[in-house]
Protein backbone atom coordinates (compact mmCIF):
# COMPACT_ATOMS: atom_id res chain seq x y z
CA UNK A 1 0.00 0.00 0.00
CA UNK A 2 1.35 3.93 -0.82
CA UNK A 3 2.75 5.55 2.08
CA UNK A 4 3.57 8.94 1.98
CA UNK A 5 5.16 9.20 5.92
CA UNK A 6 8.18 10.56 4.70
CA UNK A 7 6.93 13.39 2.95
CA UNK A 8 5.16 13.91 6.41
CA UNK A 9 7.60 13.70 8.41
CA UNK A 10 9.74 15.91 6.40
CA UNK A 11 7.21 19.10 6.38
CA UNK A 12 4.88 18.74 8.44
CA UNK A 13 6.00 19.45 11.71
CA UNK A 14 3.05 19.62 14.44
CA UNK A 15 3.53 19.78 18.13
CA UNK A 16 -0.62 18.60 18.61
CA UNK A 17 -2.83 16.00 17.93
CA UNK A 18 -2.39 13.43 15.95
CA UNK A 19 -4.35 12.91 12.63
CA UNK A 20 -4.48 10.04 10.15
CA UNK A 21 -4.71 11.62 6.15
CA UNK A 22 -7.15 8.69 4.80
CA UNK A 23 -7.15 7.48 1.13
CA UNK A 24 -11.24 7.86 0.20
CA UNK A 25 -11.16 5.44 -1.96
CA UNK A 26 -10.42 2.70 0.79
CA UNK A 27 -10.66 4.62 4.21
CA UNK A 28 -8.70 1.59 5.49
CA UNK A 29 -5.23 3.01 4.07
CA UNK A 30 -3.67 5.17 5.78
CA UNK A 31 -1.47 7.37 3.46
CA UNK A 32 0.20 8.97 6.55
CA UNK A 33 0.25 9.95 10.12
CA UNK A 34 0.30 13.13 10.92
CA UNK A 35 1.34 15.54 13.90
CA UNK A 36 -1.28 18.68 13.71
CA UNK A 37 -0.06 22.63 14.96
CA UNK A 38 -0.73 23.78 17.55
CA UNK A 39 -1.54 27.53 17.97
CA UNK A 40 1.85 28.13 19.34
CA UNK A 41 3.37 26.54 15.99
CA UNK A 42 0.88 28.66 13.90
CA UNK A 43 2.68 31.53 15.88
CA UNK A 44 5.98 30.25 15.51
CA UNK A 45 5.40 30.42 11.94
CA UNK A 46 4.04 33.38 11.23
CA UNK A 47 6.98 34.73 13.67
CA UNK A 48 9.72 33.11 11.35
CA UNK A 49 7.69 34.52 7.87
CA UNK A 50 8.18 38.00 9.48
CA UNK A 51 11.57 37.73 10.00
CA UNK A 52 12.05 36.56 6.50
CA UNK A 53 9.56 38.95 4.85
CA UNK A 54 12.18 42.00 4.76
CA UNK A 55 14.75 39.66 2.54
CA UNK A 56 12.37 38.36 0.09
CA UNK A 57 11.05 41.55 0.21
CA UNK A 58 13.57 43.26 -1.31
CA UNK A 59 15.03 40.82 -3.60
CA UNK A 60 14.28 42.30 -6.98
CA UNK A 61 11.22 40.76 -8.33
CA UNK A 62 13.02 39.10 -11.75
CA UNK A 63 15.13 37.06 -9.34
CA UNK A 64 12.17 36.43 -7.45
CA UNK A 65 9.97 35.58 -10.41
CA UNK A 66 13.22 33.18 -11.71
CA UNK A 67 12.82 31.03 -8.68
CA UNK A 68 9.02 30.79 -9.39
CA UNK A 69 9.44 30.06 -13.36
CA UNK A 70 12.06 27.41 -11.64
CA UNK A 71 9.57 26.16 -9.26
CA UNK A 72 6.89 25.47 -12.35
CA UNK A 73 9.76 23.81 -14.13
CA UNK A 74 10.45 21.45 -11.17
CA UNK A 75 6.99 20.49 -10.48
CA UNK A 76 6.36 19.64 -14.18
CA UNK A 77 9.37 16.96 -13.81
CA UNK A 78 7.55 15.58 -10.73
CA UNK A 79 3.88 16.24 -11.94
CA UNK A 80 2.93 12.76 -12.19
CA UNK A 81 4.23 12.03 -8.46
CA UNK A 82 2.07 14.64 -7.61
CA UNK A 83 -0.75 13.18 -9.13
CA UNK A 84 -0.91 10.20 -8.32
CA UNK A 85 -0.44 12.07 -4.62
CA UNK A 86 -3.46 14.11 -4.93
CA UNK A 87 -5.68 11.11 -5.99
CA UNK A 88 -4.62 9.10 -3.51
CA UNK A 89 -5.55 12.06 -1.10
CA UNK A 90 -8.28 13.87 -2.56
CA UNK A 91 -10.23 11.51 -4.66
CA UNK A 92 -10.88 12.77 -7.84
CA UNK A 93 -9.64 10.85 -10.94
CA UNK A 94 -5.60 10.66 -11.77
CA UNK A 95 -6.74 12.33 -15.76
CA UNK A 96 -8.54 15.27 -13.42
CA UNK A 97 -5.74 15.36 -11.32
CA UNK A 98 -3.56 15.52 -14.11
CA UNK A 99 -5.28 18.65 -15.47
CA UNK A 100 -4.95 20.37 -11.80
CA UNK A 101 -1.37 19.75 -11.38
CA UNK A 102 -0.39 20.69 -15.26
CA UNK A 103 -2.66 23.89 -13.95
CA UNK A 104 -0.53 24.61 -11.14
CA UNK A 105 2.96 24.40 -12.97
CA UNK A 106 1.57 26.98 -15.28
CA UNK A 107 0.24 29.38 -12.66
CA UNK A 108 3.67 29.95 -11.30
CA UNK A 109 4.91 29.68 -14.98
CA UNK A 110 2.76 32.55 -15.08
CA UNK A 111 3.59 34.86 -11.69
CA UNK A 112 6.89 34.30 -12.36
CA UNK A 113 7.04 35.61 -15.63
CA UNK A 114 4.47 38.24 -14.10
CA UNK A 115 7.02 38.91 -11.43
CA UNK A 116 10.08 40.54 -14.04
CA UNK A 117 6.91 43.24 -14.94
CA UNK A 118 5.95 44.19 -11.81
CA UNK A 119 5.70 48.01 -11.42
CA UNK A 120 3.47 50.87 -11.16
CA UNK A 121 2.07 53.27 -14.04
CA UNK A 122 3.47 56.78 -14.47
CA UNK A 123 1.19 59.41 -15.30
CA UNK A 124 0.77 62.86 -16.76
CA UNK A 125 1.25 65.51 -13.75
CA UNK A 126 -0.70 68.56 -14.50
CA UNK A 127 2.36 70.73 -13.22
CA UNK A 128 5.23 70.44 -15.89
CA UNK A 129 8.06 69.92 -13.24
CA UNK A 130 6.52 66.90 -11.63
CA UNK A 131 6.82 63.25 -12.94
CA UNK A 132 3.57 61.61 -11.47
CA UNK A 133 4.05 57.70 -10.94
CA UNK A 134 3.04 54.82 -8.67
CA UNK A 135 5.14 52.21 -7.41
CA UNK A 136 4.07 48.43 -5.86
CA UNK A 137 5.52 47.08 -2.84
CA UNK A 138 4.64 43.69 -0.92
CA UNK A 139 2.73 43.69 1.74
CA UNK A 140 4.64 41.69 4.32
CA UNK A 141 2.97 38.60 5.86
CA UNK A 142 0.50 37.13 4.03
CA UNK A 143 -1.98 34.00 5.10
CA UNK A 144 -2.96 31.32 2.77
CA UNK A 145 -5.81 29.46 4.00
CA UNK A 146 -7.08 26.78 1.21
CA UNK A 147 -9.48 24.17 0.72
CA UNK A 148 -9.54 20.42 -0.20
CA UNK A 149 -10.90 20.12 -3.23
CA UNK A 150 -8.44 21.18 -5.49
CA UNK A 151 -5.17 21.07 -3.43
CA UNK A 152 -2.59 22.02 -5.56
CA UNK A 153 -4.10 24.74 -7.53
CA UNK A 154 -5.75 26.72 -5.13
CA UNK A 155 -2.63 26.87 -3.00
CA UNK A 156 -0.58 27.81 -6.79
CA UNK A 157 -3.13 30.83 -7.40
CA UNK A 158 -3.05 32.34 -4.42
CA UNK A 159 0.78 31.01 -3.49
CA UNK A 160 2.58 31.95 -6.95
CA UNK A 161 1.03 36.16 -7.10
CA UNK A 162 1.89 35.96 -3.32
CA UNK A 163 5.27 35.12 -3.96
CA UNK A 164 5.93 37.13 -7.00
CA UNK A 165 4.90 40.39 -5.37
CA UNK A 166 7.78 39.78 -2.85
CA UNK A 167 5.48 38.55 0.61
CA UNK A 168 6.40 35.84 2.88
CA UNK A 169 3.52 33.94 3.20
CA UNK A 170 2.09 31.43 5.87
CA UNK A 171 -0.12 28.64 4.44
CA UNK A 172 -2.36 26.40 6.00
CA UNK A 173 -3.76 23.67 3.87
CA UNK A 174 -7.65 21.83 4.76
CA UNK A 175 -6.75 18.74 6.85
CA UNK A 176 -7.77 16.77 4.62
CA UNK A 177 -5.45 17.38 1.57
CA UNK A 178 -1.99 18.56 3.56
CA UNK A 179 0.42 16.27 2.22
CA UNK A 180 -0.51 17.76 -1.40
CA UNK A 181 0.34 21.02 -0.20
CA UNK A 182 3.62 19.36 1.47
CA UNK A 183 4.51 18.60 -2.14
CA UNK A 184 4.49 22.23 -3.20
CA UNK A 185 6.24 23.83 -0.43
CA UNK A 186 9.01 20.69 -1.47
CA UNK A 187 8.66 21.77 -4.99
CA UNK A 188 9.06 25.80 -4.27
CA UNK A 189 12.12 24.74 -1.44
CA UNK A 190 14.24 23.35 -4.27
CA UNK A 191 13.94 25.92 -6.84
CA UNK A 192 15.66 28.37 -4.72
CA UNK A 193 12.64 30.01 -2.58
CA UNK A 194 14.75 30.91 0.94
CA UNK A 195 13.18 28.51 3.83
CA UNK A 196 11.25 29.98 5.98
CA UNK A 197 9.87 32.84 3.09
CA UNK A 198 6.94 30.30 3.30
CA UNK A 199 5.53 28.17 6.19
CA UNK A 200 3.32 25.07 6.14
CA UNK A 201 1.11 24.98 9.09
CA UNK A 202 -0.95 22.34 8.97
CA UNK A 203 -4.25 22.21 11.68
CA UNK A 204 -7.60 22.87 12.49
CA UNK A 205 -9.09 25.90 11.02
CA UNK A 206 -10.69 26.74 14.38
CA UNK A 207 -7.30 26.87 16.10
CA UNK A 208 -4.20 27.55 13.97
CA UNK A 209 -6.59 29.10 11.28
CA UNK A 210 -8.09 31.32 13.96
CA UNK A 211 -4.60 31.83 15.11
CA UNK A 212 -2.66 33.03 12.16
CA UNK A 213 -5.43 35.39 10.90
CA UNK A 214 -5.95 37.13 14.40
CA UNK A 215 -2.08 37.64 14.00
CA UNK A 216 -1.31 41.15 13.93
CA UNK A 217 1.33 41.10 11.82
CA UNK A 218 -0.42 39.02 9.02
CA UNK A 219 -0.63 41.82 6.54
CA UNK A 220 -3.73 39.91 4.45
CA UNK A 221 -5.88 36.78 4.43
CA UNK A 222 -6.64 34.87 1.19
CA UNK A 223 -8.98 32.32 1.55
CA UNK A 224 -11.08 29.78 -0.16
CA UNK A 225 -13.81 27.47 1.66
CA UNK A 226 -17.13 27.50 2.90
CA UNK A 227 -19.07 30.52 3.19
CA UNK A 228 -19.67 29.99 6.95
CA UNK A 229 -16.14 29.91 7.59
CA UNK A 230 -15.44 32.88 5.35
CA UNK A 231 -18.01 34.95 7.01
CA UNK A 232 -16.55 33.98 10.21
CA UNK A 233 -12.80 34.90 8.99
CA UNK A 234 -14.52 38.08 8.11
CA UNK A 235 -15.96 38.91 11.01
CA UNK A 236 -12.55 38.57 13.17
CA UNK A 237 -10.99 40.54 10.22
CA UNK A 238 -13.67 43.30 11.30
CA UNK A 239 -12.68 43.23 14.72
CA UNK A 240 -8.71 43.74 14.06
CA UNK A 241 -8.16 47.51 14.50
CA UNK A 242 -5.25 47.28 11.45
CA UNK A 243 -7.91 46.70 8.46
CA UNK A 244 -5.63 44.02 7.54
CA UNK A 245 -6.84 42.99 3.88
CA UNK A 246 -9.41 40.18 2.67
CA UNK A 247 -10.02 38.12 -0.08
CA UNK A 248 -12.58 35.65 0.20
CA UNK A 249 -13.29 32.85 -2.51
CA UNK A 250 -16.55 31.02 -1.04
CA UNK A 251 -19.34 28.49 -1.90
CA UNK A 252 -21.42 28.20 -5.22
CA UNK A 253 -24.50 26.79 -5.98
CA UNK A 254 -24.08 27.15 -10.12
CA UNK A 255 -27.23 26.75 -12.60
CA UNK A 256 -26.91 25.95 -15.66
CA UNK A 257 -29.42 27.34 -18.48
CA UNK A 258 -30.73 25.07 -21.33
CA UNK A 259 -32.98 27.43 -23.80
CA UNK A 260 -35.11 25.89 -25.86
CA UNK A 261 -33.78 25.26 -29.27
CA UNK A 262 -30.44 24.08 -27.74
CA UNK A 263 -28.08 22.04 -28.57
CA UNK A 264 -29.19 19.24 -26.20
CA UNK A 265 -26.57 16.48 -26.68
CA UNK A 266 -24.00 19.69 -25.90
CA UNK A 267 -26.62 20.85 -23.02
CA UNK A 268 -26.65 17.23 -21.73
CA UNK A 269 -22.27 16.91 -22.09
CA UNK A 270 -21.71 20.21 -20.34
CA UNK A 271 -24.17 19.37 -17.36
CA UNK A 272 -22.72 15.84 -16.62
CA UNK A 273 -19.45 17.51 -17.13
CA UNK A 274 -20.21 20.20 -14.58
CA UNK A 275 -22.21 17.92 -12.48
CA UNK A 276 -20.50 14.97 -12.06
CA UNK A 277 -16.77 15.84 -13.08
CA UNK A 278 -14.35 16.16 -10.21
CA UNK A 279 -17.44 14.16 -8.10
CA UNK A 280 -18.97 17.33 -8.37
CA UNK A 281 -16.60 18.63 -5.71
CA UNK A 282 -15.75 21.88 -7.10
CA UNK A 283 -16.89 25.27 -5.96
CA UNK A 284 -17.61 25.64 -10.36
CA UNK A 285 -19.84 22.80 -10.30
CA UNK A 286 -23.10 22.79 -11.71
CA UNK A 287 -25.43 21.84 -8.90
CA UNK A 288 -29.06 23.53 -10.86
CA UNK A 289 -30.15 23.02 -14.48
CA UNK A 290 -32.81 25.13 -15.38
CA UNK A 291 -34.49 23.89 -18.32
CA UNK A 292 -37.23 25.85 -20.41
CA UNK A 293 -40.36 23.61 -20.13
CA UNK A 294 -39.84 22.47 -24.35
CA UNK A 295 -36.54 21.24 -23.95
CA UNK A 296 -37.09 19.60 -20.74
CA UNK A 297 -38.23 15.60 -21.89
CA UNK A 298 -35.08 15.55 -24.44
CA UNK A 299 -32.73 16.76 -22.47
CA UNK A 300 -33.50 14.16 -19.06
CA UNK A 301 -33.48 11.35 -21.64
CA UNK A 302 -29.82 12.28 -22.60
CA UNK A 303 -28.99 12.88 -19.59
CA UNK A 304 -30.08 10.00 -17.94
CA UNK A 305 -28.73 7.91 -21.33
CA UNK A 306 -24.93 9.50 -20.69
CA UNK A 307 -25.15 8.38 -17.24
CA UNK A 308 -26.00 4.77 -17.53
CA UNK A 309 -22.18 4.12 -18.90
CA UNK A 310 -20.75 6.01 -15.92
CA UNK A 311 -18.52 4.16 -14.47
CA UNK A 312 -17.40 5.01 -10.33
CA UNK A 313 -14.26 3.56 -8.50
CA UNK A 314 -11.32 4.50 -7.07
CA UNK A 315 -9.70 7.74 -8.62
CA UNK A 316 -6.36 5.76 -9.64
CA UNK A 317 -8.14 2.82 -11.97
CA UNK A 318 -7.99 3.51 -15.41
CA UNK A 319 -10.95 4.64 -17.16
CA UNK A 320 -13.00 5.48 -14.26
CA UNK A 321 -15.31 8.40 -14.94
CA UNK A 322 -16.03 9.51 -11.19
CA UNK A 323 -13.63 8.86 -7.98
CA UNK A 324 -14.94 8.81 -4.69
CA UNK A 325 -16.25 12.00 -2.41
CA UNK A 326 -13.38 13.13 0.04
CA UNK A 327 -13.92 12.06 3.37
CA UNK A 328 -16.78 10.34 5.45
CA UNK A 329 -18.28 13.80 7.02
CA UNK A 330 -18.58 14.67 3.36
CA UNK A 331 -19.40 11.48 2.33
CA UNK A 332 -22.68 11.82 5.00
CA UNK A 333 -23.17 15.26 3.79
CA UNK A 334 -24.16 14.33 0.65
CA UNK A 335 -26.31 10.99 1.72
CA UNK A 336 -28.32 13.04 3.81
CA UNK A 337 -28.65 15.97 0.70
CA UNK A 338 -30.37 12.95 -1.50
CA UNK A 339 -32.70 12.03 1.70
CA UNK A 340 -33.82 15.37 1.62
CA UNK A 341 -33.94 15.72 -2.02
CA UNK A 342 -36.47 12.30 -1.71
CA UNK A 343 -38.49 13.96 1.43
CA UNK A 344 -38.83 17.39 -0.07
CA UNK A 345 -40.49 15.61 -2.98
CA UNK A 346 -37.94 15.72 -5.30
CA UNK A 347 -38.24 13.02 -7.96
CA UNK A 348 -34.67 10.72 -8.49
CA UNK A 349 -34.07 10.03 -12.38
CA UNK A 350 -30.67 8.99 -11.54
CA UNK A 351 -28.74 7.67 -9.11
CA UNK A 352 -29.06 8.25 -5.39
CA UNK A 353 -27.44 5.38 -3.43
CA UNK A 354 -23.90 4.96 -1.90
CA UNK A 355 -22.32 2.34 -4.19
CA UNK A 356 -19.45 1.05 -1.87
CA UNK A 357 -16.61 0.01 -1.49
CA UNK A 358 -14.91 3.54 -0.53
CA UNK A 359 -16.52 6.43 -0.16
CA UNK A 360 -18.52 6.05 -3.82
CA UNK A 361 -22.02 7.85 -4.43
CA UNK A 362 -23.75 7.15 -7.23
CA UNK A 363 -24.07 10.39 -9.87
CA UNK A 364 -27.38 11.78 -8.88
CA UNK A 365 -30.15 13.66 -10.20
CA UNK A 366 -33.32 15.02 -8.81
CA UNK A 367 -36.16 16.06 -11.16
CA UNK A 368 -39.01 18.12 -9.94
CA UNK A 369 -36.82 20.42 -7.99
CA UNK A 370 -37.87 24.16 -6.64
CA UNK A 371 -37.06 26.88 -4.91
CA UNK A 372 -37.34 26.53 -1.45
CA UNK A 373 -35.93 22.48 -1.45
CA UNK A 374 -32.26 22.20 0.37
CA UNK A 375 -30.98 20.48 -2.85
CA UNK A 376 -32.19 23.70 -4.69
CA UNK A 377 -31.17 26.50 -2.03
CA UNK A 378 -27.71 24.84 -0.50
CA UNK A 379 -24.44 23.71 -1.88
CA UNK A 380 -24.14 20.32 -1.44
CA UNK A 381 -20.58 19.83 -2.41
CA UNK A 382 -21.52 16.69 -3.99
CA UNK A 383 -22.18 14.66 -7.30
CA UNK A 384 -25.97 15.65 -7.27
CA UNK A 385 -27.87 17.63 -9.71
CA UNK A 386 -31.28 18.92 -9.19
CA UNK A 387 -33.32 19.78 -12.69
CA UNK A 388 -35.91 22.54 -12.38
CA UNK A 389 -38.33 23.22 -15.52
CA UNK A 390 -38.83 26.89 -16.30
CA UNK A 391 -41.77 27.94 -18.72
CA UNK A 392 -39.83 30.98 -19.84
CA UNK A 393 -36.88 32.74 -20.55
CA UNK A 394 -37.67 35.51 -17.61
CA UNK A 395 -38.21 32.75 -15.00
CA UNK A 396 -35.48 30.82 -15.68
CA UNK A 397 -32.94 33.83 -15.27
CA UNK A 398 -35.02 34.56 -11.89
CA UNK A 399 -34.52 30.59 -10.72
CA UNK A 400 -30.72 31.37 -12.15
CA UNK A 401 -30.31 34.32 -9.44
CA UNK A 402 -33.03 33.28 -6.50
CA UNK A 403 -30.48 31.61 -4.55
CA UNK A 404 -27.78 33.52 -2.08
CA UNK A 405 -24.49 32.15 -4.09
CA UNK A 406 -23.19 33.96 -7.04
CA UNK A 407 -20.32 32.31 -8.53
CA UNK A 408 -20.26 30.81 -12.05
CA UNK A 409 -23.33 30.79 -14.26
CA UNK A 410 -23.83 29.04 -17.67
CA UNK A 411 -26.44 28.89 -20.60
CA UNK A 412 -27.12 26.95 -23.75
CA UNK A 413 -28.82 28.57 -26.12
CA UNK A 414 -28.07 29.52 -29.78
CA UNK A 415 -30.30 32.81 -29.05
CA UNK A 416 -28.24 35.90 -29.33
CA UNK A 417 -30.88 38.33 -28.19
CA UNK A 418 -31.09 35.43 -24.65
CA UNK A 419 -27.25 35.09 -24.90
CA UNK A 420 -26.93 38.82 -24.03
CA UNK A 421 -29.73 39.09 -22.01
CA UNK A 422 -28.11 36.03 -19.70
CA UNK A 423 -24.83 38.16 -19.63
CA UNK A 424 -26.37 41.51 -18.49
CA UNK A 425 -28.97 40.09 -15.88
CA UNK A 426 -27.30 37.08 -14.34
CA UNK A 427 -25.62 37.67 -10.48
CA UNK A 428 -22.34 36.12 -11.16
CA UNK A 429 -18.72 36.49 -10.93
CA UNK A 430 -18.31 34.19 -13.62
CA UNK A 431 -20.26 33.46 -17.21
CA UNK A 432 -20.29 30.62 -19.69
CA UNK A 433 -22.11 30.30 -22.56
CA UNK A 434 -22.71 27.41 -24.47
CA UNK A 435 -19.55 25.75 -22.41
CA UNK A 436 -19.39 23.86 -18.57
CA UNK A 437 -19.74 25.73 -15.69
CA UNK A 438 -16.68 24.35 -14.46
CA UNK A 439 -13.18 25.33 -15.32
CA UNK A 440 -11.28 28.78 -15.08
CA UNK A 441 -8.82 29.97 -17.27
CA UNK A 442 -5.51 31.05 -14.93
CA UNK A 443 -4.82 34.54 -16.87
CA UNK A 444 -8.91 35.95 -16.40
CA UNK A 445 -9.41 37.14 -13.28
CA UNK A 446 -12.44 35.35 -11.48
CA UNK A 447 -14.46 35.69 -8.19
CA UNK A 448 -17.88 35.35 -6.95
CA UNK A 449 -20.66 37.36 -6.14
CA UNK A 450 -23.45 37.64 -3.38
CA UNK A 451 -22.43 35.30 -0.55
CA UNK A 452 -19.90 33.59 -2.90
CA UNK A 453 -16.90 35.75 -2.47
CA UNK A 454 -16.16 39.21 -0.66
CA UNK A 455 -15.76 40.50 -3.96
CA UNK A 456 -12.90 42.28 -2.27
CA UNK A 457 -9.93 41.61 -5.01
CA UNK A 458 -10.24 39.29 -8.25
CA UNK A 459 -8.38 35.72 -7.82
CA UNK A 460 -5.72 35.08 -10.95
CA UNK A 461 -4.95 37.39 -13.69
CA UNK A 462 -3.04 40.14 -13.41
CA UNK A 463 -5.23 41.11 -10.99
CA UNK A 464 -4.60 38.61 -7.99
CA UNK A 465 -1.02 40.73 -8.00
CA UNK A 466 -3.28 43.56 -6.70
CA UNK A 467 -4.25 41.87 -4.05
CA UNK A 468 -0.72 41.20 -2.86
CA UNK A 469 0.44 44.49 -2.79
CA UNK A 470 0.23 47.94 -1.96
CA UNK A 471 0.73 50.87 -4.51
CA UNK A 472 2.68 54.47 -3.67
CA UNK A 473 1.82 57.62 -5.69
CA UNK A 474 5.13 59.42 -6.19
CA UNK A 475 4.78 63.13 -7.18
CA UNK A 476 8.60 63.65 -8.11
CA UNK A 477 8.94 67.67 -8.75
CA UNK A 478 12.15 68.69 -10.44
P1 LIG B 1 -13.91 25.07 4.84
O1 LIG B 1 -14.57 26.40 4.85
O2 LIG B 1 -14.35 24.06 5.80
O3 LIG B 1 -12.33 25.24 5.04
C1 LIG B 1 -11.54 26.07 4.19
C2 LIG B 1 -10.24 26.37 4.92
O4 LIG B 1 -10.53 27.26 6.01
C3 LIG B 1 -9.57 25.14 5.53
O5 LIG B 1 -8.17 25.22 5.41
C4 LIG B 1 -10.01 25.23 6.98
O6 LIG B 1 -9.16 24.54 7.87
C5 LIG B 1 -9.95 26.74 7.20
N1 LIG B 1 -10.71 27.22 8.35
C6 LIG B 1 -11.80 26.66 8.93
N2 LIG B 1 -12.19 27.38 9.99
C7 LIG B 1 -11.35 28.44 10.08
C8 LIG B 1 -11.24 29.54 10.97
N3 LIG B 1 -12.08 29.70 12.00
N4 LIG B 1 -10.25 30.44 10.78
C9 LIG B 1 -9.40 30.30 9.73
N5 LIG B 1 -9.43 29.26 8.87
C10 LIG B 1 -10.41 28.34 9.03
O7 LIG B 1 -14.05 24.56 3.32
P2 LIG B 1 -13.65 23.14 2.74
O8 LIG B 1 -14.63 22.13 3.23
O9 LIG B 1 -12.20 22.88 2.91
O10 LIG B 1 -13.88 23.40 1.17
C11 LIG B 1 -15.11 23.34 0.55
C12 LIG B 1 -15.70 24.72 0.38
O11 LIG B 1 -14.80 25.55 -0.35
C13 LIG B 1 -16.98 24.70 -0.44
O12 LIG B 1 -17.92 25.55 0.15
C14 LIG B 1 -16.54 25.25 -1.79
O13 LIG B 1 -17.55 25.87 -2.54
C15 LIG B 1 -15.51 26.23 -1.38
N6 LIG B 1 -14.62 26.54 -2.51
C16 LIG B 1 -14.70 27.76 -3.08
C17 LIG B 1 -13.91 28.06 -4.18
C18 LIG B 1 -13.97 29.41 -4.83
O14 LIG B 1 -13.06 29.75 -5.57
N7 LIG B 1 -14.99 30.19 -4.57
C19 LIG B 1 -13.00 27.11 -4.66
C20 LIG B 1 -12.95 25.87 -4.04
C21 LIG B 1 -13.76 25.59 -2.95
Redesign the pocket.
Known amino acids: MKSYQQLADRWVKGNGDHLDDLDPADPGHVLAKLRLSTREDARAAVEEARGKSAEWGATPSPKRGAILLKAGELMESVAEDISELLTYEEGKTLPESRAEVARSCALFKFYGAMAYKLGGVTLPSSDPNTRLFTVRIPLGVVAI??????PAS?PAWKLAPALAAGNAAVF?????TPLTGAKILEVLEKAGLPPGVLSLVVG???EV??E??SHKDVRAVS????????A??GK?LGSKDDFTRIQL????KNALVVDEGADLALAADLAVRGAFGLTGQ???ATSRLIVLEKAAGGLKEKLVERLKSWKLGPGTQAGVNMGPVVDPDQYRKDLDYIESGKGEGGKLIHGGRAAPPGLLIEPTVFDGVSPGMRIFDE?V?GPVLSLTEAESFDRALELVNSVDYG?TAGIVSNDNRRVNRFIDGVQAGVIKVNKPTVGLELQAP?G?FKK??AGTWK?MGEEALEFYSAEKTVYLGY
Open positions: ITPWNFIKPATKRGGGDIVLTGSTAVGHVVELGGSCTEFHFGSGE
